[in-house]
C-alpha cells in the first residue's frame, strides 16, 4: 500500500525494520493501560510509541491519519489505531491495535466505575484527582499545537500562506461563533480544496531526517 | 436493558456521530430521559470515562457496565470499537486518489479545517479544566513536559497529581 504517497507521507522512514506483533501488542497495551487522561494523552502517547521513539510511522503520516479520522464517525484516536496497524501488519495488525489499547483500558475503566465514588470521597484523591484535570487541559494545548503545525507545513508566507490563515479562521468561526455542523465544516473545507488543485511537492533529496 | 440491547443503541449512537463524545446526547436521551440511569449515574460514568486511560468516549463502556455488569460493558466495548473501521475505506481511497491535485488539495483543505476545530475545542478544554492559577500553573507545567521533552505521559500527570494534593487538600 502506500506507493502513490509523497515522501513526507510515506509510512515510515527507508530502511527501519517492521516491528514483530508481540512488539506491536506490548506497546499497544502500555498505551492503553498508562495513558491516563483521555484522549489527548492517549493520541500524545501514540505519537511518542510510534513516531518518536520507534520510527515505525513518519509524522506528516501520524498528522495525516489524524486528520483522516476526523471524517468517520464513532471516537477519532481507534480510527487512529486502526490505520497504524493496517499500516505495520495488516489486519492483524490492527487486531492487535484494537486488542491490545482496548483491553487495559475497557478493564480500568469498569474496575474504575466500581470504586470511583468511594475515590471521590476521599480527601486524598479527590484533590490528586484535581490536580490532574488541569494538566490534561495542557496535554490536550501541546497535541493541539502539533496538530495545528501539522496543518500548516507547506502552507508558505504568501498568498497560499494567507489563504490558508483565513481558511482555519473561517473554520474557527463557524464552529466558535455560530455553531454549524463539524462534519460540514470539514466537507465545505474539502471541496473548497478540490477547487484549488495543487501540484505534489517536490522530493526533497536524502539526508538526516529525511530518508530516501 | 440487555447487553444486545445495549450494543445497540452504543452502537448506532457511535455511527451516526463524530468524536468520542459525539453520541453523548442520543446516548443520554435513551437512557436518563427513559429512567433507565439517572442524571447522578450517567454523571458517574462520565467522570469514569475522563479519569481512565485510552481514548474519549469510553464513558460508554462505564455506563454499560452500570446497566448490565461484564455483559453489557463487552457489548459496549464492541459498539464503540466498529464504526471507526469505516477508515479503511477511507484510507484505502486516500492510498489510490492522493497523487491527484484536486484531491491532495482537498485533503490539505481538510487538514487545516480540522486544525480550527481543534482550536475551537482547546479553548472549550481549557475553560472547563482550568479554574484558577494554580490549575493555569500545572497546566502549563504539563504543556511544557509534553511539548520540550520526551517523558512518559503519567510524568506530567503524576505530578499534576501531586501537586493538587499540595494545593486542594
Known amino acids: 500500500m502506500g506507493e502513490h504517497l509523497s515522501p513526507g507521507e510515506a509510512p515510515a522512514g527507508a530502511g527501519r525494520p517492521s516491528p514483530s506483533l508481540l512488539e506491536l501488542w506490548w506497546s499497544w497495551l502500555a498505551i492503553g493501560a498508562f495513558s491516563l487522561g483521555g484522549g489527548a494523552a492517549t493520541l500524545l502517547q501514540m505519537r511518542r510509541v510510534w513516531v518518536d521513539r520507534h520510527g515505525w510511522v513518519s509524522g506528516p503520516f501520524f498528522d495525516r491519519a489524524f486528520q483522516m479520522s476526523q471524517v468517520v464517525p464513532g471516537i477519532n484516536i481507534l480510527a487512529v489505531a486502526i490505520q497504524l496497524g493496517r499500516v505495520s501488519a495488516g489486519w492483524p495488525g490492527i487486531l492487535v491495535a484494537l486488542v491490545g489499547l482496548l483491553l487495559p483500558s475497557a478493564t480500568i475503566t469498569v474496575l474504575l466505575t466500581q470504586v470511583f465514588g468511594f475515590l471521590q470521597a476521599q480527601a486524598f484523591t479527590r484533590a490528586a484527582l484535581d490536580g490532574v484535570v488541569p494538566a490534561t487541559g495542557g496535554l490536550t494545548a501541546a497535541v493541539s499545537v502539533q496538530m495545528v503545525a501539522a496543518a500548516f507545513r507547506g502552507s508558505g508566507r504568501g498568498r497560499r500562506g494567507l489563504r490558508d490563515l483565513a481558511v482555519v479562521l473561517v473554520c474557527v468561526v463557524g464552529l466558535g461563533v455560530f455553531r454549524w455542523p463539524a462534519p460540514l465544516i470539514l466537507l465545505a473545507a474539502a471541496a473548497f480544496g478540490a477547487l484549488l488543485p495543487e501540484a505534489p511537492p517536490e522530493a526533497k533529496p536524502a539526508g538526516p531526517g529525511n530518508p530516501p | 436493558v440487555t447487553a444486545g440491547g445495549l450494543f445497540w443503541l452504543f452502537f448506532v449512537a457511535s455511527l451516526l456521530t463524530f468524536g468520542g463524545f459525539g453520541g453523548l446526547p442520543i446516548v443520554h436521551q435513551e437512557l436518563v430521559e427513559s429512567g433507565s440511569l439517572s442524571d447522578a449515574q450517567f454523571a458517574h460514568a462520565l467522570a469514569v470515562g475522563l479519569t481512565a486511560p485510552g481514548p474519549n468516549g469510553l464513558y460508554i463502556i462505564s455506563l454499560g457496565y452500570l446497566l448490565g455488569g461484564i455483559p453489557g460493558a463487552l457489548a459496549a466495548t464492541f459498539a464503540v470499537a466498529l464504526p471507526p473501521f469505516t477508515i479503511l475505506p477511507v484510507a484505502s481511497a486516500y492510498d489510490r486518489f492522493a497523487h491527484r491535485p484536486r484531491v491532495r488539495s482537498a485533503l490539505r483543505h481538510l487538514g ?18 482550568v ?3 494554580a490549575d493555569a500553573g500545572i497546566a502549563f507545567g504539563a504543556f511544557l513536559l509534553a511539548t520540550r521533552t520526551r517523558v512518559h505521559v503519567t510524568v506530567p500527570l503524576g505530578l499534576a497529581a501531586l501537586a493538587g494534593v499540595l494545593v486542594h487538600r
Open chain 2, 112 to 129: 487545516l479545517a480540522v486544525a480550527g476545530l481543534v482550536m475551537v475545542a482547546l479553548w472549550s478544554i481549557l475553560r472547563g479544566t
Open chain 2, 131 to 133: 479554574g484558577g492559577l
